[in-house]
T-cell receptor, first 109, second 115 residues
Framework: GQNIDQPTEMTATEGAIVQINCTYQTSGFNGLFWYQQHAGEAPTFLSYNVLDGLEEKGRFSSFLSRSKGYSYLLLKELQMKDSASYLCAVRDSNYQLIWGAGTKLIIKP | TAGITQAPTSQILAAGRSMTLRCTQDMRHNAMYWYRQDLGLGLRLIHYSNTAGTTGKGEVPDGYSVSRANTDDFPLTLASAVPSQTSVYFC??????????????FGAGSRLTVL
């Protein structure tokens, strides 16, 4: 079967750095996505990786290793507004998105 | 503001009743999707449509139906609601080619409670 694994919850301190991991086992691979979802709101697109390596976008970076079936989302200079759930999703060989359950990130002052 | 509009925002429904969740987008996206989101589970695809006039079944289609008469609208119907359909429902859309494919734009969600 297809599976996306992420930690359920993480806690970090304002101003610090946090890394949210995602491992996947899917039938084929056509890209990996990270979305942010604040409580009670819709998910919003953060990043997309299809080749191995690091994609940087401001305070957020996303890394992919296809051989290891692994990605991480790195958040720097954490702000209180970064408190949210972070969803990892993989596009499989049929171009369908398989979603992880999400990681709830709690930022403490 | 361009995007996706869902209605209603929330609804309490008696088991056995029918309900249609509405979804309209103004981005001229070809593909549209309906997901449900339940605590502890990832987003699960109910139905999708790659272009107007076509629909397909997702991971959890039973008990739901959709139609895609035009590009903008993608309603989701529950013919006879059951308590297990209590969930938050998200409509989404995306382009179908290039880098925009599968970069989803989501509506604000519809919270449905079936009693």
């Amino acid at each position: 079967g297809q599976n996306i694994d992420q930690p359920t919850e993480m806690t970090a301190t304002e101003g610090a750095i946090v890394q949210i991991n995602c491992t996947y086992q899917t039938s084929g691979f056509n890209g990996l996505f990270w979305y942010q979802q604040h409580a009670g709101e819709a998910p919003t697109f953060l990043s997309y990786n299809v080749l191995d390596g690091l994609e940087e976008k401001g305070r957020f970076s996303s890394f992919l290793s296809r051989s290891k079936g692994y990605s991480y989302l790195l958040l720097k200079e954490l702000q209180m507004k970064d408190s949210a759930s972070y969803l990892c999703a993989v596009r499989d060989s049929n171009y369908q998105l398989i979603w992880g359950a999400g990681t709830k990130l709690i930022i403490k002052p | 503001t361009a995007g996706i509009t869902q209605a209603p925002t929330s609804q309490i429904l008696a088991a056995g009743r029918s309900m249609t969740l509405r979804c309209t987008q103004d981005m001229r996206h070809n593909a549209m999707y309906w997901y449900r989101q339940d605590l502890g589970l990832g987003l699960r695809l109910i139905h999708y449509s790659n272009t107007a006039g076509t629909t397909g079944k997702g991971e959890v289609p039973d008990g739901y139906s959709v139609s895609r008469a035009n590009t903008d609208d993608f309603p989701l119907t529950l013919a006879s609601a059951v308590p297990s359909q209590t969930s938050v429902y998200f409509c989404a859309s995306s382009g179908t080619s290039g880098a925009g494919a599968n970069v989803l734009t989501f509506g604000a969600g519809s919270r449905l409670t079936v009693l």
